[in-house]
C-alpha cells in the first residue's frame, strides 16, 4: 500500500473495517441497461449477497451489504443514456457508507472535464459549465478519483507498467480540480485546462503516437492501452480496451466487455477481488451467471 495517506477510504480497501468484497464495473459508455445486468449478476449467483437491489421501475438501489463498489471509469459516452449513468453512479454512493462507492475518471471523463463548445460527438461536449463544476466539485470531496489499492490489485481505468501508486494520483486529480473550478467559462478555462493536462501528464494526457490514437506508450493512466501494459506489471485491475471477455495478461486484467457485446445477449461482467481471490461474475446469453476464475 502507499504510505503516507494509505488509511484514506478514498485510496484503498485498507481504510475501511473487515475484508469487504471488490466488485469492479468498467466502460459502461452510456448503456444503462447493460450496466443494470452486469451489477445484478451478485444478485443472480448463489455464491455471492447482491449488491444493488432492483425496484419495480428497473431502478436501482444499495442493498447494504459488504461491498466496495468501483465504477472504473467511462461510464458515459457512446451509449444512450449517460446522465443515467452518472445518476447511477450518484445515488448509489449517496446510499452507500463512506468509501463504498468509488468512480474512477476514465479517458471519457477526462473529456467532461475539458470544455468543448465546438464539438458535438458525445454527452461530454454537451454538459454545460455547472455540471463540469459539479463534476470537479466531487472530485474535491474525493467522490471521484483515478485509483483504488485493493487486496492484490489496483483499480484504475487503464494502468501503467510501472504500477499506480493511488494516493499520489488522485490528489494530483484533486489538485488539477482545484485549480479548474476557479475558470470555468472564462477565458481562462481552456488555457488552464491544457496547462494542467500537461502538469500531470502522467495521469491525464494521450500518448503523441497518431498510430496509437492516444493509448500508446507514454500515455496517462486513464489513457494507455492494455496492448502496452506488460505481464510483469505490478497486478492492476483495467478497463479502456475492449474485450469479448474478462482477460488477463500475466499481472493485468481488463474488464472492458460491455461495448463488444452490445449486440448480443449475455457478456456483462464484473471482476470481484476478496483477499484470496480475483474472479468475474459473467452473464451468459439465457440470463443466468457463470462465476469464472481470472
Known amino acids: 500500500m502507499s504510505g503516507e495517506h494509505a488509511q484514506r477510504p478514498r485510496d484503498t480497501v485498507a481504510a475501511l473495517s473487515g475484508t469487504p468484497t471488490i466488485v469492479s464495473l468498467s466502460d459502461v459508455h452510456g448503456h444503462l441497461d447493460r450496466a443494470r445486468s452486469a451489477l445484478l449478476t451478485l444478485s443472480d449467483h448463489d455464491a455471492f449477497d447482491p449488491i444493488v437491489e432492483e425496484r419495480e421501475d428497473g431502478g436501482l438501489d444499495w442493498a447494504g451489504n459488504d461491498y466496495v463498489l468501483v465504477f472504473n471509469g467511462d461510464m458515459i459516452d457512446r451509449g444512450p443514456d449517460s446522465a443515467g449513468c452518472l445518476s447511477l453512479v450518484r445515488r448509489l454512493r449517496e446510499a452507500a457508507p463512506e468509501g463504498r462507492v468509488r468512480y474512477h475518471i476514465g479517458n471519457h471523463e477526462t473529456f467532461l472535464l475539458y470544455p468543448t463548445p465546438d464539438r458535438d460527438r458525445w454527452y461530454c461536449d454537451r454538459v454545460d459549465d455547472a455540471e463540469r463544476r459539479n463534476f470537479y466539485e466531487e472530485i474535491r ?6 485509483a483504488y489499492e485493493g487486496y492484490d490489485h489496483t483499480f484504475v481505468h487503464a494502468g501503467a507498467p510501472d504500477g499506480v501508486d493511488a494516493a499520489s494520483v488522485n490528489d494530483d486529480l484533486t489538485a488539477a480540480a482545484g485549480s479548474l473550478v476557479g475558470v470555468v467559462g472564462t477565458g481562462e478555462d481552456r488555457s488552464e485546462h491544457q496547462r494542467l493536462f500537461e502538469a500531470y501528464g502522467h495521469v ?3 500518448g503523441d503516437d497518431p498510430e496509437y490514437d492516444g493509448r500508446g506508450p507514454g500515455a496517462g493512466v486513464v489513457w494507455l492501452d492494455f496492448e502496452h501494459l506488460p ?7 483495467v478497463g479502456h480496451t475492449r474485450h469479448d471477455a474478462v482477460t488477463r495478461t ?3 486484467v481488463c474488464g472492458d466487455v460491455i461495448l463488444n457485446n452490445v449486440g448480443a445477449p449475455g457478456g456483462e461482467a ?4 476478496t ?3 480475483l474472479r468475474a461474475l459473467v452473464r451468459q446469453e439465457d440470463g443466468s451467471v457463470a462465476l469464472r476464475e481470472v
Open 141 to 146: 470531496a474525493g467522490d471521484v478519483s483515478v
Open 204 to 206: 491525464l494526457m494521450y
Open 231 to 237: 505481464g510483469g506489471s505490478p497486478p492492476q485491475v
Open 250 to 252: 500475466g499481472n493485468v
Open 270 to 273: 464484473v471482476v470481484v477481488e
Open 275 to 277: 483477499p484470496d481471490s
